[in-house]
């Protein structure tokens, strides 16, 4: 009896739930909510943006930006560290050499 009866009150209360989900004035209020939040969450994104370029902090594009450039930087650096050091061996080479 009570199986039955768990049986049929879960059986209603899944018809309800399909018939709420799938109601047209609850498919309209929930893409409201939905809409609502991505409205809410761009103006938030753009405020916060604008904010920041009035007090002259980096954002996080300028901050990869700069990251890219630094590295950039050490490579290049690190390549002529290379190149001097082998035009200076080659250099008290050739004043061996010559001695």
């Known amino acids: 009896m009570k199986k039955d009866l768990m049986n049929r009150v ?12 799938t109601h047209p004035t609850f498919l309209q209020s929930a893409s409201l909510v939905v809409n609502f939040n991505s409205f809410r969450r761009k103006w938030l994104r753009q405020a ?3 904010a920041l370029a009035k ?4 954002r996080r594009e300028d901050q990869e930006r700069m ?5 950039t930087l050490k490579a290049r650096l690190e ?21």
């Open 67 to 71: 990251y890219s450039q630094i590295e």
């Open 48 to 50: 916060i943006d604008q």
């Open 55 to 58: 007090i002259e902090l980096p």
């Open 10 to 21: 879960e059986k209603t209360i899944d018809e309800s739930v399909g018939r709420l989900l």
């Open 79 to 99: 390549d002529l560290e290379s190149t001097s050091r082998t035009k200076l061996e080659v250099v008290q080479g050739s004043r061996r050499v010559g001695s």
